[in-house]
Protein backbone atom coordinates (compact mmCIF):
# COMPACT_ATOMS: atom_id res chain seq x y z
CA UNK A 1 0.00 0.00 0.00
CA UNK A 2 1.52 3.39 -0.71
CA UNK A 3 0.95 5.03 2.62
CA UNK A 4 1.41 8.70 0.80
CA UNK A 5 -1.70 7.77 -1.57
CA UNK A 6 -3.61 6.71 1.57
CA UNK A 7 -2.62 8.74 4.17
CA UNK A 8 -6.13 9.78 4.92
CA UNK A 9 -7.91 6.09 4.99
CA UNK A 10 -4.90 5.29 7.04
CA UNK A 11 -5.97 8.22 9.43
CA UNK A 12 -9.08 6.78 9.20
CA UNK A 13 -8.07 3.30 10.82
CA UNK A 14 -5.60 4.38 12.98
CA UNK A 15 -7.87 7.21 14.78
CA UNK A 16 -9.92 4.14 15.74
CA UNK A 17 -6.74 2.23 17.56
CA UNK A 18 -6.37 5.51 19.32
CA UNK A 19 -10.06 5.84 20.60
CA UNK A 20 -9.46 1.79 21.49
CA UNK A 21 -6.85 2.91 24.19
CA UNK A 22 -8.31 5.58 25.43
CA UNK A 23 -11.31 3.27 26.13
CA UNK A 24 -8.93 0.43 27.88
CA UNK A 25 -7.45 3.34 29.95
CA UNK A 26 -10.87 3.72 31.82
CA UNK A 27 -10.49 0.32 33.29
CA UNK A 28 -7.38 1.37 35.13
CA UNK A 29 -9.22 3.52 37.64
CA UNK A 30 -6.36 5.44 38.33
CA UNK A 31 -5.99 9.25 37.70
CA UNK A 32 -2.96 9.13 35.03
CA UNK A 33 -4.56 6.21 33.43
CA UNK A 34 -7.73 8.71 33.11
CA UNK A 35 -6.41 11.78 32.26
CA UNK A 36 -4.53 9.68 29.30
CA UNK A 37 -7.89 8.67 28.09
CA UNK A 38 -9.10 12.33 28.27
CA UNK A 39 -5.51 13.17 26.12
CA UNK A 40 -6.75 10.05 23.65
CA UNK A 41 -10.08 10.96 23.12
CA UNK A 42 -8.94 14.12 22.05
CA UNK A 43 -6.39 12.93 19.93
CA UNK A 44 -8.96 10.10 18.12
CA UNK A 45 -11.42 12.92 17.35
CA UNK A 46 -8.85 15.15 16.07
CA UNK A 47 -7.97 12.42 13.55
CA UNK A 48 -11.62 13.03 12.19
CA UNK A 49 -10.67 16.12 11.29
CA UNK A 50 -7.18 15.48 10.01
CA UNK A 51 -8.33 12.61 7.52
CA UNK A 52 -10.96 14.95 5.39
CA UNK A 53 -8.28 17.57 5.53
CA UNK A 54 -5.94 15.09 3.83
CA UNK A 55 -8.44 13.53 1.21
CA UNK A 56 -9.47 17.09 -0.07
CA UNK A 57 -5.69 18.36 0.05
CA UNK A 58 -4.51 15.22 -1.98
CA UNK A 59 -7.33 14.02 -3.86
CA UNK A 60 -7.57 11.12 -2.12
CA UNK A 61 -11.90 11.23 -1.47
CA UNK A 62 -13.12 8.27 -2.74
CA UNK A 63 -16.23 5.98 -1.92
CA UNK A 64 -13.92 3.65 0.45
CA UNK A 65 -12.41 6.75 1.93
CA UNK A 66 -16.07 7.85 2.76
CA UNK A 67 -17.03 4.08 4.00
CA UNK A 68 -13.90 4.14 6.32
CA UNK A 69 -15.02 7.65 7.48
CA UNK A 70 -18.15 6.96 8.51
CA UNK A 71 -17.17 3.38 9.95
CA UNK A 72 -14.37 4.53 12.00
CA UNK A 73 -17.34 7.25 13.58
CA UNK A 74 -19.48 4.67 14.12
CA UNK A 75 -17.22 2.11 16.01
CA UNK A 76 -16.00 5.34 18.19
CA UNK A 77 -18.96 6.48 19.31
CA UNK A 78 -20.10 3.43 19.87
CA UNK A 79 -17.23 1.74 22.03
CA UNK A 80 -17.91 5.15 24.02
CA UNK A 81 -21.52 4.99 24.76
CA UNK A 82 -21.42 0.97 25.55
CA UNK A 83 -18.16 1.96 27.65
CA UNK A 84 -20.33 5.25 29.64
CA UNK A 85 -23.03 2.95 29.83
CA UNK A 86 -21.26 -0.03 31.49
CA UNK A 87 -19.66 1.84 33.79
CA UNK A 88 -22.85 3.39 35.00
CA UNK A 89 -22.12 7.37 33.62
CA UNK A 90 -24.94 7.41 31.48
CA UNK A 91 -28.51 5.73 30.96
CA UNK A 92 -28.16 2.09 28.76
CA UNK A 93 -30.26 4.11 26.84
CA UNK A 94 -27.48 5.54 25.24
CA UNK A 95 -25.67 2.97 23.39
CA UNK A 96 -28.94 1.62 22.16
CA UNK A 97 -30.19 4.39 20.47
CA UNK A 98 -26.67 5.08 18.64
CA UNK A 99 -26.53 1.42 18.04
CA UNK A 100 -29.74 1.06 16.72
CA UNK A 101 -29.21 3.73 14.02
CA UNK A 102 -26.09 2.80 13.42
CA UNK A 103 -27.08 -0.24 12.12
CA UNK A 104 -30.08 1.61 10.23
CA UNK A 105 -28.53 4.50 8.55
CA UNK A 106 -25.38 2.53 7.62
CA UNK A 107 -27.79 -0.33 6.26
CA UNK A 108 -29.49 2.11 3.63
CA UNK A 109 -26.28 3.57 2.67
CA UNK A 110 -24.92 0.50 1.79
CA UNK A 111 -27.52 -0.37 -0.52
CA UNK A 112 -26.87 3.84 -1.81
CA UNK A 113 -23.49 2.64 -2.38
CA UNK A 114 -24.45 -0.10 -4.41
CA UNK A 115 -26.23 1.87 -6.62
CA UNK A 116 -22.97 4.30 -6.68
CA UNK A 117 -23.88 7.05 -4.86
CA UNK A 118 -22.15 8.22 -1.58
CA UNK A 119 -23.24 7.77 1.95
CA UNK A 120 -24.25 11.58 2.02
CA UNK A 121 -24.75 11.62 -1.84
CA UNK A 122 -27.75 10.02 -1.04
CA UNK A 123 -29.49 12.83 0.24
CA UNK A 124 -31.62 14.43 -2.61
CA UNK A 125 -33.71 17.10 -0.56
CA UNK A 126 -32.63 20.72 0.73
CA UNK A 127 -33.54 19.43 4.26
CA UNK A 128 -32.12 16.30 3.79
CA UNK A 129 -28.81 17.39 2.72
CA UNK A 130 -28.99 19.96 5.53
CA UNK A 131 -29.39 18.01 8.62
CA UNK A 132 -27.39 14.95 7.10
CA UNK A 133 -24.69 17.16 5.23
CA UNK A 134 -24.42 20.64 6.27
CA UNK A 135 -21.19 21.69 7.88
CA UNK A 136 -22.85 23.28 10.57
CA UNK A 137 -24.73 20.21 11.44
CA UNK A 138 -21.92 18.12 11.26
CA UNK A 139 -20.03 20.28 13.28
CA UNK A 140 -22.76 20.84 15.70
CA UNK A 141 -23.26 16.95 16.60
CA UNK A 142 -19.65 16.20 17.26
CA UNK A 143 -18.84 19.41 19.12
CA UNK A 144 -21.61 17.78 21.58
CA UNK A 145 -20.59 14.37 21.05
CA UNK A 146 -16.44 14.90 22.11
CA UNK A 147 -17.48 17.83 24.78
CA UNK A 148 -19.86 15.11 26.40
CA UNK A 149 -17.83 12.37 26.01
CA UNK A 150 -14.37 13.94 27.36
CA UNK A 151 -16.28 15.71 30.01
CA UNK A 152 -17.74 12.47 31.21
CA UNK A 153 -14.38 11.28 31.10
CA UNK A 154 -13.07 14.41 33.22
CA UNK A 155 -16.07 14.24 35.79
CA UNK A 156 -15.11 10.54 36.78
CA UNK A 157 -11.29 11.16 36.94
CA UNK A 158 -10.20 9.33 40.42
CA UNK A 159 -9.50 13.04 42.56
CA UNK A 160 -11.77 15.65 44.76
CA UNK A 161 -15.09 14.77 44.32
CA UNK A 162 -16.50 18.31 43.88
CA UNK A 163 -14.81 18.06 40.27
CA UNK A 164 -17.51 15.19 39.34
CA UNK A 165 -20.58 17.05 41.17
CA UNK A 166 -19.70 20.56 38.88
CA UNK A 167 -18.89 18.48 35.54
CA UNK A 168 -21.02 15.96 35.12
CA UNK A 169 -24.51 17.70 34.86
CA UNK A 170 -22.96 19.25 32.51
CA UNK A 171 -21.49 16.18 30.68
CA UNK A 172 -25.07 14.30 31.03
CA UNK A 173 -26.77 17.54 29.51
CA UNK A 174 -24.04 17.32 26.11
CA UNK A 175 -24.73 13.76 25.73
CA UNK A 176 -28.63 13.95 25.73
CA UNK A 177 -27.98 17.00 23.65
CA UNK A 178 -25.74 15.32 20.88
CA UNK A 179 -27.86 11.85 20.80
CA UNK A 180 -30.21 14.23 20.43
CA UNK A 181 -28.30 15.11 16.94
CA UNK A 182 -27.64 11.34 16.48
CA UNK A 183 -31.64 10.83 16.37
CA UNK A 184 -31.85 13.66 14.14
CA UNK A 185 -29.64 13.02 11.49
CA UNK A 186 -31.12 10.00 11.01
CA UNK A 187 -34.45 10.56 9.78
CA UNK A 188 -33.34 12.45 6.49
CA UNK A 189 -31.56 8.92 5.62
CA UNK A 190 -35.11 6.77 6.52
CA UNK A 191 -37.41 9.33 5.23
CA UNK A 192 -35.14 9.35 1.94
CA UNK A 193 -34.48 6.06 1.51
CA UNK A 194 -37.58 4.67 -0.57
CA UNK A 195 -35.90 5.97 -4.04
CA UNK A 196 -33.29 3.32 -3.41
CA UNK A 197 -35.50 0.46 -3.42
CA UNK A 198 -38.10 1.00 -6.42
Given at each position: ??IK?????I??IV???V???AI?LLFR????A???????T???F?MD??D????R??????????V???MGD??IE??Y????A?L?W?P?I???I?????FI?D?I????L????????MQ???????????????T??????V?A?M???????????????T??P?????????II?C?????P?V??S?K???
Open positions: MDKNSANVSRVFAFGAHTQKYILSFVLAIASAVGYLAKYGQASQLGALDIRICIWIMFVGLVFPICVSRATGRSVATKGMTPFGTTAWGKYICASKFMKSYAVAKAFLLILAYTPCDKFNMMIEVAVVLAWIAFIVRAIVAEGLFE
